[in-house]
């Protein structure tokens, strides 16, 4: 159990350029989140998966993000056109069903200039 | 659905007891706990579920009240490295929903 992993860990990128992070989960865990969080916020619910089936994106989320999660493993979250809005710390957590402890990876900072 | 949580911050001397509030409007199936260090990922405290008993371990303790839709955090005779911002997350009863996080309840702890 090698635990959940992000990279990269950190992104700068300039506004309107696309960018894609990935997330690999701990490997028997089929539920995986999203989540952006800003400096003194808490995390901020993107989108989740159970196994491969994404069941929820959040209202607030653009049509520039995207996420996949082909054949349950691991999962990718894009951004198009991206906003200097759109910096932040971007993190996945995994956990094995709903219910169950969820643990976060160490997350992609994001810095759009 | 996200969770309120209080208060927002809240300082103690080494020693000393805190309790961290998190409630919400909906039915909860579970609540979970979670402590942030700067420039750090969340790290998992403890879990309660719906009909489950009351969790702790050493000096940390929470409560479910589920009429109430409510769960305390009880952090007892503090020590340096409780510092840190608690986050409580929610799972609502109906089907399969989203863990959703409040905004925080920043600890800190002075000697």
């Known amino acids: 159990d090698t635990g959940v992993s992000q990279n990269p860990r950190h992104k700068i990128t300039k506004r309107g350029q696309n960018v894609t992070f990935r997330c690999d989960p701990i490997?028997?865990?089929?539920?995986l989140y999203w989540y952006r969080q800003t400096l003194g916020q808490g995390p901020e619910f993107l989108t989740y998966?159970?196994?491969?089936?994404?069941?929820?994106k959040s209202r607030l989320l653009s049509d520039r993000f995207s996420a996949e999660r082909p054949k349950g493993s691991f999962s990718t979250l894009e951004i198009q056109r991206t906003e200097q809005g759109d910096s932040a710390m971007y993190l996945c957590?995994?956990?094995?069903?709903?219910?169950?402890?969820?643990?976060f990876g160490q997350g992609t900072r994001l810095t759009v200039v | 659905q996200q969770p309120v949580q209080s208060p927002q911050a809240v300082i103690l001397r080494e020693g000393e007891d805190a309790v961290i509030n998190c409630s919400s409007s909906?039915?909860?199936?579970?609540v979970h706990w979670y402590r942030q260090k700067h420039g750090e990922a969340p790290v998992f405290l403890m879990i309660?579920?719906?009909?489950?008993e009351q969790k702790g371990h050493e000096k940390i303790s929470a409560s479910f009240n589920e009429k109430k839709q409510q769960s305390s955090l009880y952090l007892t005779a503090s020590q340096l490295s409780y510092s840190g911002t608690y986050f409580c997350?929610?799972?609502?009863?109906?089907?399969?929903?989203?863990?959703?996080f409040g905004k925080g309840t920043r600890l800190s702890v002075i000697a």
């Open positions: 957590a995994s956990s094995r069903t709903g219910g169950t402890e969820a643990f």
């Open positions: 490997s028997e865990h089929n539920r």
């Open positions: 998966f159970q196994n491969e089936a994404q069941l929820e």
């Open positions: 909906k039915a909860l199936y579970s």
């Open positions: 309660l579920l719906k009909g489950g």
């Open positions: 997350g929610t799972e609502i009863v109906t089907g399969n929903t989203p863990l959703v």
